[in-house]
């Protein structure tokens, strides 16, 4: 195997799939052992430590669930070819209680780290694909932060101009949750396109699928601090909290309606606002 074929595999990663829900239980556990391969761990990670830090990377990083399973992706990684177990366990149907008592460890093959390990710049392009085809660009940071991975060459991928510009104008060049419209001369400053259904989801670069937000309410958007109702309504969720800004950037607009945009056909899509709530937003929500 070489880079380019380890990128492909990382490019082609078998996901669960039902439906448009996000499943990013690999994608994590791929940038958490990346994470420990930079700290200089060793190539197999045991279950026991491994489990604890990956359920904490899902329930912050994914979906809200009633419960989360990292056995799945620590047992069924192994399939993409990528990823090996130091002993047979049982991969139709993985379970905790077997890979914690049988002290199960797992890791990159020896083939797979040693290519990264040969090539830092390769380990920056892998955690590139995972972080392009999985995340939305506002919570790339906070996750190589959350796994540890240090790249002070980060690169961010380029954005569709014409999509940001259609966004724009339709909000009046301003934030649809607080109005925030700044221009440097004549360079408007800290407005951007968010996508309600992530691009990485299969969220269109669409009018209906998109609305313009300050670079604070865009990131907390992302990360499900907030979310819109099909009225447009803006709901907080119950696990935000905080002291100074948490009252005037969120609360304050706890349960009143967005920013219109210029013509209707440009509101959001019912469908898009449902897999936010669904998908994104960290429930329940303040009373409103």
Not at 92 to 113: I, Y
Not at 177 to 187: D, Q, S, Y
Not at 211 to 230: M, N, P, Q, W, Y
Request: charged share 25%; hydrophobic share 35%.
């Amino acid at each position: 195997m070489n880079a380019d074929e380890l990128k492909t595999k990382i490019q082609k990663l078998s996901i669960w799939k039902k439906g448009d829900q996000r499943a990013p239980h690999k994608p994590l556990l791929i940038l958490y052992a990346l994470g420990q391969m930079q700290a200089q761990s060793d190539r197999l990670l045991s279950y026991e430590e491994t489990r604890v830090r990956l359920t904490e990377l899902l329930r912050e990083f994914g979906p809200i669930r009633k419960s989360y399973h990292p056995e799945e992706p620590f047992v069924r990684l192994k399939k993409d070819g990528i990823w090996i177990l130091d002993r047979e366990v049982n991969e139709k149907s993985p379970n905790n209680r077997q890979l914690l008592n049988d002290h199960v460890s797992a890791g990159f093959t020896r083939e797979v780290f040693g290519l990264l390990n040969e090539n830092q710049s390769l380990m920056q392009e892998v955690s590139q694909v995972i972080l392009d085809k999985h995340f939305p660009e506002t919570m790339h940071e906070d996750l190589l932060d959350a796994v540890g991975l240090d790249f002070t060459l980060y690169t961010r991928k380029k954005r569709d101009p014409k999509f940001r510009e259609r966004i724009l104008r339709a909000y009046g060049y301003s934030c649809a949750i607080c109005g925030f419209n700044v221009r440097l001369a004549h360079t408007l400053v800290g407005i951007e396109a968010a996508h309600i259904k992530w691009h990485q989801a299969g969220g269109p670069d669409t009018e209906e699928n998109g609305i313009a937000l300050c670079s604070l309410h865009h990131k907390l958007f992302d990360r499900g601090v907030f979310t819109l109702t099909e009225e447009r309504r803006m709901i907080v969720s119950q696990d935000a909290h905080g002291t100074h800004g948490f009252q005037e950037w969120l609360m304050n607009f706890n349960g009143k309606t967005v920013r219109e945009p210029i013509q209707a056909y440009y509101y959001p899509n019912q469908t898009y606002l449902n897999w936010h709530v669904k998908e994104v937003f960290r429930g329940p929500s303040y009373m409103i």
